[in-house]
């Protein structure tokens, strides 16, 4: 590991085929949050926008959890009584990386769920692209038994990934749930068994790096912020993000792949991916 990689404490980093496998390292508290853990993993994500061992990003935890949410003790009680601003900076070191980096990341990214999720980890969670989990993964929103709101931006990615009742029924009971019931409930993409978790996951990792990369993005932010728009509204913004991202990626692949399936009819439409390198 060189000097200039920012990670390799609270969070360390593997690179295999193009893909970072970005793992959360707290294992004893069971990869609960910290202010340290936040200020690595913001520092963790600026590099790997540049680092072209990074495809794809999958983020999952070391030892039997993904992320028990934020430190209680490092969030709460040591800020509990400080001034204001101590408080709005902690808060805010929290949300650069789980949602205001991560949810337009330039990047996919996965969510590879190898354990406990409680409380403040559903924003990262919901933050990646998608989610994969171990089909006895727990997922918990256990803030009422503590008397303080699931916050973090956790009440608004709930209520906008699982719906109003099941939302509500979760916050408001604080009642666990495995990963085939978050399945059911679209917190997560799918359950799968244990066994077979990193292989799926490598599965959708090959297939995201498979497409044209600009589009990709502009795919992943014009979905994800269209969500909010009138119909008008969105469809000038999609079409403004078309023609941005063919004129940022050249609009090579999207040639190569029409000449292809227009021209050369080697494509069945819907079923396979324009491959440059097996023209």
């Avoid at 060189?2 to 593997?14: A, C, I, M």
């Amino acid at each position: 590991m060189s000097n200039q990689e920012p990670w390799g404490k609270t969070v360390l980093v593997d690179f295999s085929d193009d893909i970072a496998w970005v793992t959360l390292n707290r294992p004893d508290k069971r990869n609960c949050m910290s202010p340290e853990l936040n200020r690595e993993m913001l520092a963790t994500l600026d590099a790997l926008e540049t680092d072209d061992r990074c495809k794809v990003v999958v983020l999952t935890g070391a030892g039997e959890s993904w992320s028990a949410g934020m430190d209680l003790k490092e969030y709460f009680r040591e800020v509990d009584g400080a001034p204001p601003i101590v408080q709005y900076r902690t808060r805010r070191a929290s949300g650069d990386w789980q949602w205001r980096k991560l949810r337009f990341y330039v990047k996919p990214t996965i969510a590879m769920v190898n354990g406990w999720v409680f409380g403040g980890a559903f924003t990262p969670l919901v933050a990646c692209d998608f989610a994969i989990a171990a089909e006895d993964a727990q997922f918990g929103l256990s803030e009422i038994n503590w008397g303080i709101l699931p916050g973090g931006n956790v009440t608004k990615v709930v209520m906008d990934t699982m719906g109003h009742r099941d939302g509500l029924y979760y916050i408001m009971t604080g009642e666990t749930f495995d990963a085939v019931k978050a399945a059911q409930m679209k917190l997560i993409n799918e359950a799968v068994p244990r066994a077979q978790l990193k292989q799926r996951v490598t599965e959708l990792a090959k297939t995201l790096m498979g497409k044209d990369a600009v589009t990709l993005h502009a795919a992943k932010e014009v979905a994800k912020r269209v969500m909010s728009m009138d119909w008008d509204t969105a469809n000038d913004y999609i079409y403004a993000k078309v023609d941005e991202a063919i004129f940022q990626s050249g609009g090579h692949f999207r040639k190569g792949a029409m000449k292809a399936f227009l021209d050369d009819k080697k494509l069945k439409p819907g079923l396979q991916t324009y491959d440059p390198e097996n023209k």
